[in-house]
């Protein structure tokens, strides 16, 4: 199976703060995709002992029982598989992904986090990691804006766009597409390209309203600042690398400091598929 199959599920990674932040927006992306969720709780038992253990199984099986409530509540007739394994979240999370057409997991506060985000932070080696797109919720709800995508002319970023362009299409919002100009590049120039290649890649979701933006500046800083009016903002991993290795610094900036929900497109070589 790849990332794109029509059977693959949307795979959600569940920790103690996740069933409402995580939960409820993946079950909602995955029943617009026509997707089935997986619910993943993993922990150490190999850390812990004898006693504790199954404490910890106990626990582990009303989170998912939590997860699998808030499911019915929000979409009662999407398809839910659950799973507890031991090890590593971060490497089950990643081999899972292997299988998953998109992966859901919480942001663990670091939007609002004062201090540096460490490199081994659960969220950001998953999101660098992964083999499928990446979908990093925030504890806050999102306003209703539009959804926002990065674009700098690179093939990841084409990719990425047309996802937001697909976000946008279900989610009944607008999209907003930004292109940072570069140094030696007139903004007047960035601005016809971006508007080009949207008009190509929105050609098959007529009903998507579209605003194009070419602005000078740091595009991580730009597209932090348009993030703050976004219900969602979609980013590739890196634009010189769209199929594996760390994020780069656009992504990054995105993960680390954008408040609203992130989709860091990696693994896949086209748009999200579905009915």
């Known amino acids: 199976m790849t990332a794109t199959a029509p059977d693959a599920p949307l795979l959600v990674g569940i920790g103690p703060d996740d069933v409402g932040p995580v939960v ?14 997986h619910l993943l709780h993993a922990f ?27 499911v019915r509540e929000s979409e009662p007739d999407l398809p839910v598989t659950v799973e507890i394994t031991e090890g590593s979240a971060v490497a089950n999370l990643v081999r899972r992904s292997e299988s998953a057409f998109l992966l859901a997991i919480g942001d663990g506060g670091m939007a609002h986090c ?5 490199a081994d932070s659960p969220t950001v080696q998953v999101a660098a990691r992964a083999g499928c797109p990446v979908l990093i919720t925030r504890r806050q709800p999102p306003p209703q804006g539009p959804v926002l995508v990065g674009v700098d002319g690179s093939a990841a ?17 607008r999209l907003l597409a930004v292109r940072v100009a570069n140094p030696d590049e007139e903004v007047d ?12 890649c929105v050609a098959g ?13 740091d595009p991580g800083e730009v597209l932090v600042h348009q993030s703050r009016s976004a219900q969602l903002a979609v980013v590739a991993a890196r634009g010189d690398e769209p199929w594996r290795g760390m994020l780069g ?12 929900p992130v989709i860091v497109v990696r693994g896949v070589s086209g748009p999200p598929d579905g009915p």
């Open 157 to 173: 970023s084409e990719i990425a766009l047309t996802w937001a362009i697909a976000c946008a299409d279900r989610q009944d919002a």
């Open 44 to 70: 150490n038992w190999a850390a812990m002992s004898a006693p504790a253990v199954s404490g910890t199984r106990a626990d582990a099986e009303k989170l998912i029982a939590q997860a699998t409530a808030a």
């Open 189 to 200: 120039e960035a601005g016809d390209q971006l508007r080009h290649l949207v008009v190509r």
């Open 249 to 260: 610094a656009v992504s990054q900036s995105l993960l680390y400091h954008a408040p609203a």
């Open 205 to 217: 979701h007529p009903d998507v309203a579209v605003e194009c933006r070419a602005v000078r500046g």
């Open 114 to 118: 004062e201090r540096c985000i460490p």
């Open 24 to 37: 409820r927006p993946a079950a909602r992306m995955a029943a617009a995709y026509g997707r089935g969720l």
